[in-house]
């Protein structure tokens, strides 16, 4: 079983979409949750940020982390055309790990 | 405030040439640096990482190396590259193992 597993897509929503992303990871060691966005031949671009399980929000965004399913999500409400792009999930044990550990990401193309 | 310089944006090199990278940050001391590769299908693959100046720790066995000269200054080379090392390279940067990371905009290699 991989590490982090992130379901590749390509997801096609229309414009206004309610979009949820999703990653399933196995080690229970993991704290941080992370999500990043990609635009086409651009370095990723942290979105959200999390320590343990719980919701957070920003603007249209929302993360959700499940540590007893070993579950996180992305919501994005109101979908533009800008949202199209990559997401990228990541994750750390923390602490003296440095590691953080990457899904291999999701396309999203919003159709405007 | 701060930020990630990367260069160049896109590099076409021969198998056998060597290689130099460079990636600088600005307005912070002290940061951990990272360096990863990211090839199509198979996500961000960890390189290097460095949490001060020549202080490398190597995440893969291969014909590539990293150095740090300066405390924001990180470097990734090669002497004979390979068909294999095309991808594209990304710099990164952290205020230290508990925070998200902060990518450059990335460099595309291709060796022919």
């Known amino acids: 079983q991989k590490e982090v597993e992130q379901d590749p897509g390509p997801l096609s929503v229309p414009e206004g979409a309610i979009v949820s992303l999703n990653c399933t990871y196995s080690n229970s060691a993991f704290q941080y949750f992370m999500w990043y966005r990609q635009y086409s031949r651009k370095g990723p671009e942290l979105l959200m940020y999390?320590?343990?399980?719980g919701n957070k929000e920003d603007g249209r965004f929302t993360a959700q982390v499940d540590k007893s399913s070993k579950y996180i999500s992305l919501f994005i409400r109101d979908s533009q055309p800008s949202d199209s792009a990559t997401y990228l999930c990541a994750m750390s044990e923390g602490g003296s790990n440095y590691k953080l550990t990457f899904g291999k990401g999701t396309l999203l193309t919003v159709n405007p | 405030s701060q930020t990630i310089h990367q260069w160049p944006a896109t590099l076409v090199q021969p198998v056998g040439s060597p290689l130099s990278l460079e990636c600088t940050v600005e307005?912070?001391?002290?940061?951990?640096l990272y360096w990863y590769r990211q090839a199509a299908g198979r996500g961000l693959q960890l390189l290097f990482y460095?949490?001060?100046?020549?202080?490398i720790s190597s995440e893969v066995p291969q014909n590539l190396s990293a150095s740090r000269p300066q405390d924001r200054q990180f470097i990734l080379s090669s002497k004979k590259l390979l068909l294999s090392d095309s991808g594209f390279y990304l710099c990164?940067?952290?205020?230290?193992?508990?925070?998200?990371?902060?990518f450059g905009s990335g460099t595309r290699l291709t060796v022919v």
């Open positions: 990164a940067w952290s205020p230290g193992f508990n925070y998200g990371y902060t």
């Open positions: 307005g912070t001391s002290n940061p951990n």
């Open positions: 999390t320590y343990s399980s």
């Open positions: 460095s949490v001060g100046i020549g202080q």
